[in-house]
């Protein structure tokens, strides 16, 4: 017998040893060959097996491989697939480009101005409707995730409406403005995030409905946006919207996705002891540092009226999540185009109404948005006119960055020991509940700080312009363009006045009250830029183009607060 075990555990080491022999790890760092940076989310895989992971946001990979793993590929979205040998190496870096576009395709430049993709001496990269309809975001910053190598974008918050920020060429500036420029249809916008009083109500490039996109270009060399100057520093995003076409009939399109979301990610919190302080019970504490669970009925909280409440000593692993509700996002569009040889138009409405993961309706956001889009052309002259309207509105919860002492709604939930059902609490003005008795006089009954205190606010904005094209003579071509972007944002705040009942609970322990606030804040923006233009194209052989442009731009931008 005691050979065979020996045999048995000889068997065993041999088969742990070639198992582990089987595999080994890769490391590596994947790269864009067009500007060097990183490539968060890039695929890696083992050519010819489903062995495969995802780089990080900052492009780095780690990979268990089979020992006779020859090949490694390498492959982002707009980006071609590399392969690269590993020849017995644990760290396999890959750099890879763009895909090719075809030699004839047509991309939209500087000043809106549409040139052949070959005969353009910079970066510039396209990302049409299609890409942007299937995302299924409710706004056009999101809808770019993970469409353009290179490009950074960031969800503020995760409240509707908050902001998002584009990265195009690096953080350039730790404390400056690191966004690039807005250009619609030719004419550049506002894109200021609303961010006040530590609230987050959004940016303005989030107010475009993706439903009228026709295409993105984003430029990201400086000789691509050294006509805009200074506000072009870091990349231009040309947005292109949707026209009539020739046709014989109206067109008419209807849009409609529905999204729920979840909190991808919670505080990973132990379970294993309950409220108190010292490894010792505190029904007044905030905290789990208390005596290990034993599953004992015990009182808890405080003491009202000769009574006091019970429950088993136990933890409750799903008390932060039971809080949270199922999000909602639902958007619908639809278009109406038409025209012929000589007119075309085309009209748009979209609804988006989203409500958050906060209970109730304290984290919504509304927004309705018009559009209306024509062009006449004749012999000589063309002209064509733009016309978008945004009215937006809702409301955002506490965030703690406020006037009050109690506005911070994230706050109060940690500071739930891990036995208290935080659902429980809902009825903020029941006997235990109530701000004369909830349970610890270091927080506040979260849903206290959900319906007391909060800011809703409100927007309208109008944004356009018109242009007109006159062909001088045969190649020269002169423009004048006229845009303008007006929005007008109203916010309120408030939070309500927080006084203790003398001799209850809270006023025995001090707990600090407030005096509460009434807030009122408006501000109005204004842009208006006009460009004057003069353009000679001809070709002097087949090989060989010349490309002239002169022009003057006025740009005027106001705000009044």
């Known amino acids: 017998m005691k050979r065979l075990a020996m045999f048995l555990a000889f068997f065993v080491l041999v088969g742990l040893h070639l198992t582990m022999a089987q595999t080994m790890q890769i490391t590596g760092l994947v790269t864009s060959s067009e500007d060097g940076q990183p490539l968060p989310g890039a695929s890696v895989t083992v050519k010819g097996t489903t062995v495969g992971t995802v780089?990080?946001?900052?492009?780095?990979?780690?990979?268990?491989?089979?020992?006779?793993?020859?090949?490694?590929?390498?492959?982002?979205?707009?980006?071609?697939?590399?392969?690269?040998?590993?020849?017995?190496?644990?760290?396999?870096?890959?750099?890879?480009?763009?895909?090719?576009?075809?030699?004839?395709?047509?991309?939209?430049?500087?000043?809106?101005?549409?040139?052949?993709?070959?005969?353009?001496?910079?970066?510039?990269?396209?990302?049409?409707?299609?890409?942007?309809?299937?995302?299924?975001?409710?706004t056009l910053m999101n809808s770019l995730q993970g469409k353009v190598a290179g490009v950074t974008v960031t969800s503020g918050g995760g409240l509707p409406g908050a902001s998002t920020k584009v990265i195009l060429r690096g953080y350039a500036s730790i404390t400056g403005n690191n966004n690039p420029l807005y250009v619609v249809d030719g004419s550049p916008i506002d894109n200021t995030s609303r961010v006040q009083n530590g609230v987050d109500f959004g940016n303005g490039a989030n107010d475009i409905n993706p439903d009228d996109i026709e295409s993105v270009n984003i430029l990201k060399g400086a000789a691509a946006n050294a006509i805009y100057g200074s506000r072009a520093a870091n990349g231009v995003i040309m947005i292109t919207t949707k026209k009539g076409k020739a046709?014989?009939?109206?067109?008419?399109?209807?849009?409609?996705?529905?999204?729920?979301?979840?909190?991808?990610?919670?505080?990973?919190?132990?379970?294993?002891?309950?409220?108190?302080?010292?490894?010792?019970?505190?029904?007044?504490?905030?905290?789990?540092?208390?005596?290990?669970?034993?599953?004992?009925?015990?009182?808890?909280?405080?003491?009202?009226?000769?009574?006091?409440?019970?429950?088993?000593?136990?933890?409750?692993?799903?008390?932060?999540?039971?809080?949270?509700?199922?999000?909602?996002?639902?958007?619908?569009?639809?278009?109406?185009?038409?025209?012929?040889?000589?007119?075309?138009?085309?009209?748009?409405?979209?609804?988006?109404?989203?409500?958050?993961?906060?209970?109730?309706?304290?984290?919504?956001?509304?927004?309705?948005?018009?559009?209306?889009?024509?062009?006449?052309?004749?012999?000589k002259i063309t002209f064509s006119a733009s016309a978008n309207y945004v009215n937006r509105n809702g409301k955002n919860p506490p965030d703690g960055r406020g006037n009050s002492n109690a506005a911070n709604l994230y706050s109060d939930i940690l500071q739930i020991p891990r036995d208290v059902s935080i659902v429980d609490q809902k009825d903020y003005t029941s006997t235990f509940n109530s701000s004369d008795s909830y349970f610890t006089p270091f927080a506040y009954n979260p849903y206290y700080s959900l319906n007391e205190i909060g800011s809703s606010f409100q927007e309208n904005r109008f944004y356009g312009n018109i242009t007109l094209d006159y062909e001088i003579i045969k190649n020269l071509k002169a423009t004048w363009r006229v845009g303008t972007d007006v929005s007008n944002f109203n916010r309120e705040d408030h939070e309500a006045i927080l006084s203790f009942t003398p001799g209850s609970y809270s006023d025995l322990n001090k707990k600090k009250g407030d005096p509460g606030y009434v807030g009122n804040y408006f501000d109005t923006n204004t842009e208006l830029n006009s460009d004057i233009l003069l353009t000679y194209n001809k070709s002097i052989t087949e090989n060989i183009g010349m490309n002239l442009m002169a022009g003057y731009n006025v740009n005027e931008r106001t705000k009044k607060s």
Not at 80 to 98: F, H, M, S, W, Y
């Open 55 to 138: 780089t990080d946001f900052q492009g780095k990979y780690t990979l268990s491989v089979p020992s006779s793993a020859q090949i490694l590929a390498f492959s982002f979205v707009g980006m071609k697939t590399q392969e690269v040998a590993i020849n017995g190496r644990t760290t396999v870096d890959a750099l890879i480009e763009p895909t090719t576009v075809g030699l004839e395709e047509v991309v939209v430049t500087a000043m809106g101005i549409t040139r052949s993709q070959k005969a353009v001496g910079y970066s510039v990269t396209t990302v049409n409707s299609a890409e942007i309809s299937k995302s299924g975001q409710s």
């Open 247 to 379: 046709s014989d009939k109206i067109k008419v399109t209807f849009s409609s996705n529905t999204t729920f979301s979840n909190p991808v990610r919670l505080p990973q919190n132990q379970n294993e002891f309950g409220q108190g302080w010292n490894a010792l019970s505190d029904l007044t504490q905030n905290g789990s540092w208390g005596p290990k669970f034993n599953a004992k009925i015990r009182p808890w909280g405080a003491i009202v009226d000769n009574a006091q409440l019970i429950k088993p000593y136990v933890a409750l692993p799903d008390n932060v999540s039971d809080f949270f509700d199922t999000g909602t996002s639902f958007n619908n569009s639809i278009t109406f185009s038409g025209g012929n040889e000589v007119t075309n138009f085309y009209l748009s409405y979209a609804n988006t109404s989203e409500n958050g993961m906060i209970p109730g309706n304290m984290d919504i956001n509304k927004r309705n948005t018009f559009a209306a889009r024509g062009t006449v052309k004749g012999k």
